[in-house]
């Protein structure tokens, strides 16, 4: 696992991005360069042909990014991974044709564009062959042992052995252990697995009872001999991007790298979000009497819902969104979620929504200081009292501003359920131990993407 933006990605992941990055690049040259065999040298180094073909291998993976071909979920999928392979590679010929159009001399000429795009379409697919047949040789794997039992342990082995692009192999765990469970059963069957031929790289200790049962001996005997020991909650948070609260201990939240906002941090933090919230309401202007005249006309009633929300240290603020419900929608229920297919949703609500062009007025918000671009999703004052009770550190989630997007929104779907908000939580808690700059950026960054593609959170 390598950690960008303070998020873990397998090594595997990394290596496919990047060796795809050197066969797009490569692939153009060798293209112009065949096409130009006189004139190569001329295209390339004196007409920033390097250059152009680099800004075409940023489109190529951005291209690849959106078609999900760099997602750990379904990298393993091999047919469905070409079929989008092949739609990439078609979409980035349709936009290289419409800027030769439009643009004739912007990439080298005389057919280098297509046989670049003959020659990536060859090596891409040689390549993620290779890369599927790779991803599968056992010495590329990672050899753990889960030491713990429980309905925990096994789901962390379920997941570890279902998601097999993590490039590990669960060898062995605590419930494997024939007989009572012991400390010397225990410590036995550890060692044993351990000292097979093959050995163990890393061992995860998902204990929920650890006294009297937790081999210390032989786990600092491991470690000591470079196996790498683990606890739970921290090997999830790199796997999953999320911190679970079931069994969480608050020891672990005190001693736990990050949850920490210096004050520099939060005056730079603060200035970009003032001056990329003051830029969008000025870019959105021509868009604003358009999204009015649509609201007034589909429904009567306010163009703008002012809702209270809960904010940074328990802190109740307005937030405003462009209506997208009928008038006095909560005047026989009270307050609700909004559910799939809300009879309550007015028809320019929906597309509002989906475009997420109704969050627009949120940016008075951040400019305000009540809300940031990037962070947890402010709840409403009803919502924080009942869930505070039900879910445990949910109150962690206030120590930062809330944000118009987050980590869970870009990471889970629209929630309107007990469960679907501690899953939320969860990866709220993740942001607000690793946030950063860079973190921020890239939640952005997926945000667009999401948008684009009419994903997410409603």
């Not at 911190?243 to 939060?266: K, T």
């Not at 005056?267 to 003032?274: C, D, E, G, I, V």
């Not at 904010?311 to 909560?330: D, H, I, L």
Request: aromatic share 12%; charged share 20%.
């Amino acid at each position: 696992m390598i950690r960008l933006f303070k998020v873990y990605y397998p090594l595997r992941t990394l290596v496919l991005l990047v060796g795809e990055a050197m066969i797009v690049w490569l692939s153009f040259v060798m293209g112009t360069m065949l096409q130009n065999r006189e004139d190569s040298w001329l295209l390339l180094n004196v007409e920033n042909g390097y250059v152009k073909i680099l800004a075409v291998t940023g489109v190529v993976l951005l291209f690849s990014h959106w078609f999900d071909l760099y997602d750990s979920s379904s990298v393993g999928a091999k047919w469905d991974q070409i079929f989008r392979l092949l739609l990439v590679l078609g979409f980035v010929s349709l936009a290289l044709s419409a800027v030769g159009f439009l643009y004739p001399n912007i990439m080298p000429g005389n057919g280098s564009a297509l046989a670049g795009l003959i020659i990536l379409t060859f090596t891409l697919l040689g390549w993620r062959g290779a890369y599927f047949w790779m991803v599968k040789q056992p010495f590329l794997r990672e050899r753990v042992y889960v030491l713990g039992t429980g309905e925990r342990a096994e789901r962390l082995v379920t997941g570890l052995r279902e998601r097999s692009t993590l490039g590990i192999e669960v060898v062995g765990w605590t419930g494997d252990v024939p007989g009572e469970l012991t400390r010397d059963t225990v410590a036995s069957h550890l060692l044993g697995v351990a000292r097979e031929k093959k050995g163990v790289h890393r061992v995860i200790v998902a204990m929920p009872n650890r006294r009297g049962t937790l081999p210390v001996e032989e786990l600092l005997e491991l470690r000591l001999g470079g196996v790498k020991v683990e606890e739970a909650t921290s090997w999830l948070e790199k796997i999953t991007g999320r911190i679970e609260v079931e069994q969480l201990y608050p020891s672990w939240l005190i001693f736990a790298d990050g949850f920490r906002f210096s004050s520099v941090f939060r005056l730079l933090r603060r200035m970009l979000n003032f001056t990329v919230a003051l830029m969008g309401l000025i870019l959105s202007l021509p868009l604003l009497p358009f999204i009015v005249l649509a609201v007034r006309m589909d429904s009567s009633g306010p163009v703008l819902y002012r809702q209270q929300r809960v904010g940074r240290r328990g802190q109740v603020f307005y937030c405003y969104k462009f209506r997208t419900m009928r008038t006095n929608a909560e005047a026989d229920t009270g307050a609700t979620w909004a559910s799939d297919d809300d009879p309550r949703i007015t028809r320019v609500g929906k597309f509002l929504r989906s475009s997420r062009l109704d969050e627009i007025p949120q940016l008075w918000c951040v400019l305000k200081g009540d809300m940031h671009f990037v962070g947890p999703r402010p709840e409403r004052p009803e919502f924080v009292e009942w869930l505070s009770k039900e879910i445990p550190y949910y109150g962690v989630r206030h120590v930062v501003r809330p944000g118009i997007t987050g980590w869970a929104q870009v990471q889970y779907k629209y929630g309107n359920t007990l469960a679907d908000a501690r899953e939320k939580l969860q990866y709220d808690l993740f942001y607000i131990k690793n946030a950063s700059l860079g973190l921020d950026f890239l939640i952005i960054f997926q945000t667009v993407k999401i948008v684009l593609l009419g994903r997410g959170a409603q």
